[in-house]
Each structure stands twice: as C-alpha cells, then as structure tokens.
C-alpha cells in the first residue's frame, strides 16, 4: 500500500489511534472474506477497493476538494444522493459499523445508546476516520431518537443539516418529506455553489438508478441454488457501494455478475446444492461490521438477501426517470425514498410484507432478524416481525448484539440449533 501517513496527517487524523484500527482490520478481512472458498474471480476489485478503504479514494475526496468540489456525508439511506451528485458533490455513506473511540464518545453520549450511534460519535470525537473528517458537511435525519438528538451534539464538531423525515406514511406525511427535499436541494446548491439544472439532476437519477439496477442485478443471481455468491460478499459490496465512485462501482458490480451467470449455468455455488437458505433482516450492517453473516455462513448456511438498509432498503426501489422539470423529478425523489420500510415508522407494514414475500420468492427456510442492542424501533419491532412470520409459517430466529466479539460464540451456538431445527 501507497504510504499515505501524510495524508491522514494532512486530515487531522490521530494517527495513533488511527494505526491501531488498520491493524485490526486486514487480519480480520483476511479471516472473514479471503478465507472462503471458491469465491468468484470479480470480488478482486472488491477486495482492492477494500485494501485502499483509507488510501486510493481518500485521494480521490480530496482531489475532488482540491477543485472546488464538495463532499457530504450521510448516515442513513434516507438522504437523498442524487441531489448532491446533480449539484457536483460527492456523497459518502459513513460507515460507523466499529467500536471506536468509545471512550470519547461516552463522554457526551449515554452509555445505554445503539452502538451506530455511539461508534460515529467515537470516529468524529476519536479522529479516526479519513471519510469523516473530508466531509465538508455531514446531513442527519429524525430517523429515531437517539440519532435526532446526537446530530446536534455532531453539529458542535462539522455542519449538519438534518433532514425531518415522518414517520407515518400519510399523504400529509408525504407533503412534508418533499417540502424538506425541496429545501435540501435548495441548502445543497447553496453549499456547493453549483445550481441543479435538469440535465444535472437527470443525470443524476440515472447513475444512482445504475448503481441500483447493477445490485438488484446480483441479488437477484443470489436466488439460485447453490447460491453462486456469499451473503459475506454481498454484504461487503452493499457496503463499499455507500462511498465508492458511482460509475465505477456499477461497471464492476454488472462485471461480477457476468460471472455469476456462468457460475449459475455451471451450476457452481459457493456452497453445496441444498444448503440451508435465510434471510437477513434488521439493523444496518455498516462496515466493518460482518459478525453475524461470518457465522451464519460458516454454520453451513447461505443468506439469499438482506432486508436491511445495508443491503434491499438501500436499492430496491428505482427513481422514475422521465420527469419533465426538476419539480416532477424531486418529488419522484422523494416519493421513492419514502417507500424505504424503516422501523421508525409506524405501522410499517412495508416491511413485514417484504419479508413474506421474500422468504416465499427466494424459497427461503427462515429468517434471522438481527438487532443493534438499544435500538428501540427494531427491538420493539421484533414483536411484529415474529408476529407475521408464524402466520406464514417462516421460522425466526430473533438476534440482539453489538460490535463486540464477546458473543460470537453464543450466537453461533444459537444459529446452529436453529439450522438444527430447520431439519435440512
Ligand atoms: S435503519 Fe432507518 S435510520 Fe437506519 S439507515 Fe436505515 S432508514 Fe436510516
Ligand atoms: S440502529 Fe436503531 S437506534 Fe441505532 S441509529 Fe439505527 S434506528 Fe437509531
């Protein structure tokens, strides 16, 4: 790897703190993704991307600042990327899927707090993540409570503007979502000095539509048995589409499946024919967080696809593309982000059919949902999800954990007794 230490030291990193986090992180990729077998030729792009996470396109953030551009982060699926791709910024999704600067963070945030929440506070306060502090603005939801109120504790360290997101789904709900789209895309082009114009945002559209279109792609390979691809490095590519170039990321994302589709008609799997197919729901998965999949899949089953921001909520829905001014198209915007079934919704029914009809469509033998510990609106959704899932029939195993790796042990034994129980 390039010698890059200028570079951190140039963004205000703590470099100590900094170091002990990349000594971490390539023994544990190595452990939990380069250690698969027979896992496809394309992931190389993958693994490369990842190997350079803090390098390659950190240099590409800041050349893009060096002309003037603007990067903007976001921690939630709900900001609306194609706003600020149509106004010349780059939008990066924040990771914060680490216990880092914990220490740091417990001192201007409770203890009891979901650990996304606490670990983002840890990288800003912490100094640790290059994406972070080459932000130059960083956009926040009311999504749920503990992070409405962090941003504006995150507000005293880099600009936050936070978007007000319902939480019902009424069309009183709706004309509030697209008033505060409408005025986001007002506050970017203020930021960034650039105006949207309709090609711009046209423009847009498309390419986040692409990226979307190239994931639907893969996931939809994933329905084959055996399942050419692991949910591992599914997941890892959910995760590097949220800051990777767009157009990039989607040639290689449509490269790969080229290959899943020989794989398909070889009938060659990353597992054998008959393995035990699941579902992934819950809380987002944000990098470098692969706990739970790492021992699903290495309990002998496959996850099909993730009901989860990092993964389905992220893509599943495409922008129309055909608006004739940038009104139609804002509000096509934000009336696809809207369809997004977050627990911090009330009833958010979306979501509970999107499971059934997953586990039906995917031939799926059960569901693991899995939640971030203190996460109020998915714990307490849990009670819907298990509800639902018995009408159909659809074993559950319901998971609570952090970003320890205290409970690998007990997880997995849980994991195993539910395959067990599936009887495969
Ligand atoms: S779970 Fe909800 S708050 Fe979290 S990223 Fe997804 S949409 Fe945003
Ligand atoms: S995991 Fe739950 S508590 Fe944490 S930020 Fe997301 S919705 Fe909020």
Redesign the pocket.
């Known amino acids: 790897m390039a010698d890059y230490r200028k570079m951190w030291e140039s963004l205000g990193l703590n470099l100590e703190a900094h170091d002990q986090l990349m000594d971490i992180l390539p023994p544990t990729y190595g452990t939990v993704f380069l250690n698969q077998e027979n896992r496809p030729e394309a992931m190389e792009y993958f693994d490369f991307v990842f190997s350079e996470v803090h390098g390659q396109r950190i240099q590409e953030l800041l050349d893009h600042k060096a002309a003037d551009g603007k990067v903007i982060g976001a921690f939630c699926v709900y900001v609306p990327e194609e706003i600020i791709r149509a106004a010349g910024g780059i939008c990066i999704g924040l990771c914060s899927g680490a216990d880092i600067g914990t220490a740091q963070a417990e001192k201007v945030l409770p203890r009891n707090i ?1 650990p ?2 606490k670990s983002f506070m840890g990288f800003k306060l912490g100094k640790v993540c290059p994406y972070f502090e080459s932000c130059d603005m960083v956009v926040g939801e009311t ?2 409570d ?2 409405k109120k962090a941003f504006e504790i995150l507000n005293d360290y880099v600009p936050v503007h936070v978007l007000e997101t319902p939480h019902m789904k009424r069309e009183k709900d709706k004309a509030l979502w697209r008033s505060e789209v409408r005025d986001f895309l007002t506050e970017v082009e203020g930021y960034t000095g650039n105006k949207i114009t309709l090609d711009s945002l046209r423009q847009a559209i498309k390419e986040s539509n692409d990226k979307r279109r190239a994931l639907l792609r893969l996931n939809e390979l994933r329905r084959y048995d055996p399942a050419p691809i692991s949910s591992k490095d599914c997941l890892l590519i959910e995760q590097i589409a949220m800051y990777d170039d767009v157009s990039r990321f989607t040639a290689q994302v449509n490269a790969l499946c080229d290959e899943l589709e020989k794989r398909v008609q070889e009938s060659r799997g990353v597992t054998e024919p008959g393995a035990p197919r699941l579902i992934l729901s819950g ?2 998965m944000a990098l470098p967080n692969w706990k739970v999949p790492h021992v699903i899949e290495t309990s002998g089953a496959v996850i099909v696809a993730e009901e989860m921001c990092t993964g389905l909520r992220y893509f599943e829905n495409l922008v129309p593309e055909e608006g004739e001014n940038i009104e139609q198209l804002v509000e096509a915007i934000a009336d696809r982000y809207l369809d997004i079934n977050c ?2 919704f009330t009833p958010n029914e979306g979501r509970m059919k999107k499971l059934v009809t997953l586990a039906e469509e995917l031939k799926a033998d059960g569901v693991i949902n899995c939640t ?1 510990a ?5 714990l307490v959704e849990a009670n819907r999800v298990e509800k639902v899932l018995k009408g159909h029939h659809i074993p559950l195993l319901n998971l609570e954990t952090d970003y320890g790796q205290e409970d690998s042990g007990q997880i997995k034994t849980r994991v195993e007794a539910f395959l067990e129980m599936l009887d495969k």
Do not use: V
């Open positions: 979901c996304l929440i999504t749920c503990g992070k809380t987002p627990a911090c971030l203190f996460c109020d609106p998915y």
